[in-house]
């Protein structure tokens, strides 16, 4: 038996060592939360990000976000933590319930072997947020999330074992932060990313079940976060917040079966080039009830490139022979959410928003393990003030994913083609509190919990 090289159909971008698609799934990281363990079901955002990062933010597809709202919105802009007094503390937790089945299609080689059930796991995603007003002007805070992740389960026996596998991986990201209010109409942020990142993940080799790719690494990545918030009337509220770049190391071990010969199992490393977000809201108060919401974001997945596996001695890592590499080249991924709030009672607000995400994974790069497509997200949610100190918010979305096909080909021959069926339900609790009694409400506050 010997190893395969895998390469993309005549009309896709570059040729893939099959049995890397190790980096694809390495890629795929999940997993994070405010001192909490979790496990990371598929990505929820575009490629491999995960947007559950708010249960606020959730009730209306994300839309207003980074303009604020609540303690959350400091994950996308780190200044809109002015808008919140005193000290107080977020604690997030989503419920992902993904739906992922493969159908093999007609010209599969393995065709015999068949395809699967769901390979996407539920998940719980929790994240947790810190802030404390020193000042009447300045305020320091810490956020602990996981901005990227996935986790899948296949079978040794399908038709595409030789394409993807079992994966999974998970981040571990804390920004403490800082925020100005400059004027009163101005505010700014900014904070430093810390990363870690765990993966494990494992292929077939073979097209018959048994010999597997077995990889597993770790490693830390740093970047940074920055935003503003400008109101330009007394009931505008615009937010621009940043999430920069990380190249995210990851350093670990490559195990290959002996039955597969000219490759070089031990130790490896690659790098993934993360791609940084801008993320721009807006906040527009209608009536002392009414708000409209909306938000456009752009992620800078084109920098993702190809993802070269390295032996320590800084060869390239062999299988069958063959150089271990994942050209990814997807393309830059966008969102766009609108929506709106409604004040029911001083202590209960309602919500609810759309919103259209734009893939950067196209039908040229697709791998059965990234099934990733453009999808329409449909959501509500509420936010009751059960105490002047605590308060909870509540959430839940659905999410319409366009039909997914995939044509893969290896350098032997091997061919698999087929379609994905997914959809994705996330239920989301939020719980606010406030640690110092609660102070008369500034003029310049827009929110308060």
Request: charged content about 10%.
């Amino acid at each position: 038996m010997t190893s395969r090289v895998w390469r993309r159909p005549a009309s896709g971008p570059a040729t893939l060592l099959r049995s890397t698609s190790l980096t694809s799934t390495l890629l795929r990281i999940g997993c994070a939360g405010a001192a909490l363990g979790l496990a990371v079901s598929a990505a929820h955002a575009g490629g491999f990000a995960l947007r559950e990062q708010s249960a606020y933010g959730q009730g209306a597809s994300y839309a207003g976000i980074a303009a604020g709202g609540a303690l959350s919105s400091m994950y996308y802009n780190p200044a809109t933590m002015t808008q919140v007094p005193g000290i107080q503390s977020e604690s997030v937790l989503s419920g992902i319930m993904a739906y992922s089945a493969n159908n093999v299609g007609a010209g599969s080689t393995s065709a015999a072997l068949g395809g699967t059930g769901d390979t996407a796991k539920d998940a719980l995603v929790p994240s947790g947020y810190f802030s404390w007003q020193i000042n009447p002007k300045l305020w320091l805070g810490l956020s602990v999330n996981s901005p990227f992740g996935l986790q899948v389960t296949f079978p040794d026996s399908w038709a595409g074992r030789n394409f993807a596998g079992t994966s999974g991986i998970k981040t571990y990201n804390a920004a403490p932060t800082i925020a100005y209010e400059l004027t009163n109409w101005l505010s700014i942020g900014a904070g430093v990313q810390i990363q870690y990142a765990k993966a494990d993940f494992s292929q077939g080799l073979t097209g018959a079940p048994g010999p597997q790719l077995i990889l597993s690494g770790h490693g830390w990545g740093y970047g940074f976060t920055a935003g503003v918030t400008v109101r330009p009337t007394p009931t505008t509220t615009i937010g621009i917040g940043y999430r920069s770049r990380i190249d995210q190391p990851i350093d670990g071990t490559m195990n290959v079966p002996a039955v597969i010969p000219f490759s070089t199992p031990g130790d490896i490393n690659t790098t993934l080039r993360l791609p940084d977000t801008v993320t721009a809201s807006l906040r527009q108060i209608l009536t002392p009830q009414w708000t409209l919401l909306a938000t456009v974001e752009w992620a800078n997945w084109s920098r993702i490139g190809t993802a070269n596996i390295y032996q320590t001695n800084g060869s390239s890592a062999l299988v069958g022979g063959t150089a271990v590499g994942i050209p990814f080249n997807y393309s830059d991924g966008w969102f766009y959410s609108a929506g709106a709030e409604y004040k029911w009672t001083d202590a209960l607000t309602v919500r609810g928003g759309i919103g259209y995400e734009k893939s950067p994974v196209t039908d040229a790069v697709r791998l059965p393990s990234v099934p990733d497509n453009n999808r329409v997200w449909t959501s509500i949610g509420a936010s009751y003030q059960l105490t002047p100190k605590i308060s909870v918010d509540a959430a839940y979305s659905h999410l319409f994913i366009m039909d997914t096909s995939i044509h893969d080909t290896n350098t032997a021959g091997a061919v698999y083609n087929g379609t994905v069926d997914s959809h994705i339900d996330i239920v989301s609790v939020g719980l606010h509190y406030r640690w110092d009694d609660p102070a008369p409400v500034r003029k310049t506050t827009m929110y308060v919990k």
